[in-house]
């Protein structure tokens, strides 16, 4: 069982390494803007490049806290990078067709919100892919 651990090294650290970033900027998000407001109060500030505020941060640690826990784990870690992405487009097209979901998240620019999810699904997709061909390859004919 270690050695398919081992083979699944790049999709479990890229979890952890992936959902430690991202934890970290919506960290800063949060400080810089607390703001919980709801419907035509919900205040947004733009920080690289997308409009947060507290319930924006708040949906990233939803998302992204599981993954420190399930990273050790191959299987799991392969489950959670392909939640993770259904997530992200499901939320980035959502947020496309709605300015203000749920009422509480606040999108004045909703493109930039669309690109930024779009983007970390991407980037959570390489290390899943690497895995893949890794797993095709090194089974025996």
Known sequence: MLGRMDDARVVRVSVLVLC????????????????????????????LWVDYNGWHAVAGFALFVPGLFVWRRADLARVYSLA??????VTAAWGLLDQNPLAILSFPDQRADAIFHVSVAAVFVVPLLVDAIRRATSRPS
């Open 20 to 47: 430690v970033l991202i934890l970290i900027h919506d960290i800063v998000a949060l400080a810089i803007n607390p703001d919980f407001g709801i419907g035509a109060n919900a205040h947004t500030v733009k920080f």
């Open 84 to 89: 993770v992405v259904l997530a992200l487009l």
